[in-house]
């Protein structure tokens, strides 16, 4: 499964794919998953010259696209010349985000609602025969990303989540004002109401493992088998960080550098975020909060380290993340100290470890989780300001289906 995840999240990488990701599906990012920060990461890169005003987007585009884009950047030089050529006084007063969402819609076979009345709401006509041109041009960019290390990868994430998550959002409000039929609006997962986790696996084809899925997460941990288990080794330090809002939770992106090892494998932390109240329970209970620290290893597998948040003391460490909170959703704020995750975690670090999924849209599987038996305490303003942002976004507990739950002694 990840594998497979994986490779499309990587040949996400062509501009054309990317942005229309962005506009069709504005909020399929899933928390859980580092393969959808690393392809919004590209996105990014490629989104830039495309909102620049029309008239400086030829001179631009060379320029402003690194080299990870020299897969992309033929398909942008097809979008170029209408632009440049065309730019008009009209034109150039107008939204240039319109401007660009017109013309990969024109590109994509879609066509602009007449009654949108210039919002920016794009229809896709069903057009069997003009499939999405970007579709196969990521093949050089796929075999290209495989070539980066962990760390280039990261730090292209690191450094561009930003404005892609903004552009996201951007592309979702403006979609929602008329947009009761738009793709973006049918694939709005949330926590409740029409888009809520009963609906996830009808949002989107790419999202049917959240209803068919037979290993999926969270669950209520109880009935595991004592056993010697090694100890998860952390490998973590002092980072820097940027808080990230995707209208799903409080995302912290940390630099790379910080691993775990776990049944004999490394894995390296990607990012961690929140859940309120904590997704996982133990033997039936429920915490106030948990934190999901998302690791990879190089095979792209996911492994997942839950620490449970216990109301009490302040959590220093979740004060430094909350000082630097977005006040928009879809903003990230870049920390000007750096954080050591080793004070997130319990001392005592017996855990529990099982197979299962994303908690979030795509709702992949395949992902190792250890979960801290220990929680760690964070205080009752602390959890109150979470709150604020999000009083609930805890995905029910799925079925365990017989699956066997290890825990350390
Ligand atoms: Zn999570």
Request: proline share 7%.
């Given at each position: ?6 490779s ?19 909020s399929?990012?899933a928390?859980?998953?580092?393969a959808?920060t690393?392809a919004t ?5 490629v989104?830039?010259?495309?909102i ?5 987007a ?9 080299a990870?884009?020299t ?20 034109r150039?007063?107008?939204?240039p985000?319109?401007?660009?969402r017109?013309r ?9 609602s ?8 794009i ?11 970007a ?10 990303s495989?070539?980066?290390?962990t ?5 292209t ?6 404005s892609?998550a ?17 793709a973006?609006h ?6 409740q109401?029409e ?12 999202f049917?493992?959240?209803?068919t899925?037979?290993r999926q ?14 100890s998860?080794?952390f ?9 990230l809002?995707?209208?799903h939770?409080?995302?912290v ?6 691993f ?6 490394r894995?390296e932390l990607?990012?961690?975020?929140f859940?309120?109240?904590?997704e996982?329970?133990i ?28 109301r009490?003391?302040?959590q220093?460490l ?5 000082n630097?909170l ?8 870049i ?6 995750l080793n004070e997130?975690?319990p ?15 795509p709702?992949?599987?395949?992902v ?7 929680p ?16 609930m ?7 365990g289906?017989g699956?066997l739950?290890?825990?350390s002694?």
């Open positions: 499964m990840p594998t497979s995840y994986f499309r999240s990587l040949l996400a990488c062509a501009v054309v794919v990317a942005v229309t990701a962005a506009l069709l599906s504005p399929a990012n928390n859980d998953a580092p959808a690393a990461a590209k996105k990014t890169e989104k830039k010259p495309e620049k005003p029309v008239g400086e030829s001179a631009v585009v060379p320029a402003a696209v690194p990870v884009a897969a992309v950047a033929p398909t942008i030089a097809t979008a170029v010349p209408t632009a440049t050529a065309t730019a008009t006084t009209t150039e007063r107008r939204d985000l319109d401007i660009v017109e990969l819609a024109e590109k994509l076979g879609a066509g602009r007449t009654s949108s009345g210039g919002s920016g709401v229809r896709v006509i069903s057009n069997p025969s003009s499939a999405p041109p579709v196969p041009t990521p093949a050089p960019a796929a075999a290209r495989k070539a980066y290390s760390h280039a990868t990261h730090t994430q690191a450094t561009s989540h930003s892609t903004k552009a996201a959002a951007d592309a979702h409000r403006a979609a929602v004002p008329d947009g009761h039929s738009t973006a049918a694939a709005h997962w949330d926590y109401g888009g809520g986790p009963q609906a996830w696996a009808q949002l989107k084809n790419e049917a493992t959240c209803g899925g037979k997460s969270p669950i209520d941990i109880r009935d595991g088998i004592k056993v010697q288990l090694d998860v080794q490998d973590y330090r002092s980072s820097n960080f940027r808080v809002d995707n209208g939770t409080v995302q992106n940390v630099a790379p550098g910080n775990i090892e776990v049944t004999g494998k894995f990607q990012q961690f975020h859940h309120r109240p904590s996982e329970r033997n039936g209970r429920l915490f106030d909060m948990v934190a999901h620290l998302v690791h990879k290893d190089i095979e792209g597998r996911l492994a997942v380290v839950a620490v449970l948040l216990d009490g003391n302040a220093p979740v004060q430094a993340i909350w630097n977005p006040l928009e959703k879809g903003d990230e704020v920390a000007r100290l750096p954080l050591d997130l975690l001392t005592e670090r017996s855990y529990y470890t099982y197979m299962g999924s994303l908690t979030t849209p709702c992949s599987e395949g190792l989780w250890m979960v801290m038996k220990t760690v305490t964070i205080s009752a303003e602390q959890i109150a300001i979470f709150s604020k942002l999000y009083p976004n805890a995905r029910p507990i799925q079925s289906s699956r739950i290890k825990e002694n």
